[in-house]
């Protein structure tokens, strides 16, 4: 099942994609793709209602429609850093030997093809394609990486945009770097587990202007996704809805020599392979 959100930003309504480019409207069976949904079965609630809305042909096209993200803003967003070797090794960083975990603001959540602003006073704006894995029911200390697996709702696209001058050197930690308004781009909808054959070898990438910046697969995490939320567990409440950011692959602004940051104008396109993909116009902010 493929959830996304679609309609104007703050009034979004549910619904499941039907194909590529077609949606059934759930709008009135579930309030949204929320942490009651999500911890009070609400998969169940709608697919015998989807199914039967596809054979009564009850689909309407999305052409024209705006897609937000797919969950309601999320209790929380967890990020992890240097998760990839080869991204590690661009920034000339050693491997983690556990997850490096940092938070980001939840209001930084916005459509996947809503505009990225470039906060006052930045300088180096940067981007960066990840995999998001979204919690299922609530869960702390669980037994296990496999135990993990059953509290997963699904996983879609994520754009950890991050200002590196915020995060790297104005003291603090990485979150000031990592939530100004519009710096988490997610969607275009979240896939549920069983449509991925193996979350562990996806290809993602990232364009800049038409230029391939950011080309990597799942298969070069340091830690995978089941092991990430085995690990937060032990130290966070996971609730239904959180996004967890699980990290880039090589090709950021910043492991470029000479670096290369985002400017006004500029044109982001991302995804992942089987979670569709992403785009954004840079503006600045206001």
Not at 6 to 18: F, K
Not at 29 to 37: G, I, L, N, P
Request: charged share 20%.
């Amino acid at each position: 099942m493929r959830l996304l959100r679609i309609g104007p930003q703050g009034g979004e309504r549910p619904a499941v994609l039907v194909g590529e480019t077609a949606y059934v409207d759930l709008s009135d069976v579930v309030r949204d793709f929320d942490a009651d949904f999500f911890g009070n079965g609400g998969f169940d609630r709608v697919r015998g209602v989807v199914e039967g809305r596809v054979a009564s042909g009850e689909v309407h096209e999305l052409d024209g429609i705006r897609v937000g993200a797919p969950v309601a803003r999320p209790h929380q967003i967890l990020c992890i850093g240097l998760n990839y070797r080869d991204h590690a090794a661009e920034t000339g960083q050693a491997v983690p030997d556990e997850p490096i975990v940092f938070t980001k603001s939840p209001n930084t959540m916005v459509g996947p093809h809503d505009d990225v602003l470039i906060p006052r006073g930045s300088r180096k704006t940067d981007w960066e394609v990840e995999l998001a894995v979204v919690i299922g029911r609530r869960a702390s200390y669980l037994d296990s990486p496999e135990a993990a697996s059953e509290i997963i709702a699904g996983y879609c696209v994520s754009n950890d945009v991050s200002e590196r001058a915020f995060q790297l050197e104005r003291g603090g930690q990485w979150s000031k770097g990592k939530s100004a308004a519009t710096f988490n781009p997610t969607g275009p909808w979240l896939v549920t587990p069983d449509e991925i054959p193996d979350v562990n070898d996806l290809g993602m990438w990232l364009d800049v202007n038409g230029t391939r910046r950011q080309r990597g697969s799942t298969a070069t995490m340091v830690f995978d996704p089941l092991t990430i939320v085995h690990y937060l567990s032990q130290f966070f409440v996971l609730e239904p809805g959180d996004l967890i950011n699980t990290g880039t692959p090589p090709g950021v602004g910043m492991g470029f020599d000479p670096q290369v940051f985002l400017a006004p104008g500029d044109v982001m396109e991302l995804g992942i392979d089987g979670l569709g993909s992403q785009r954004q116009v840079v503006r600045a902010h206001p």
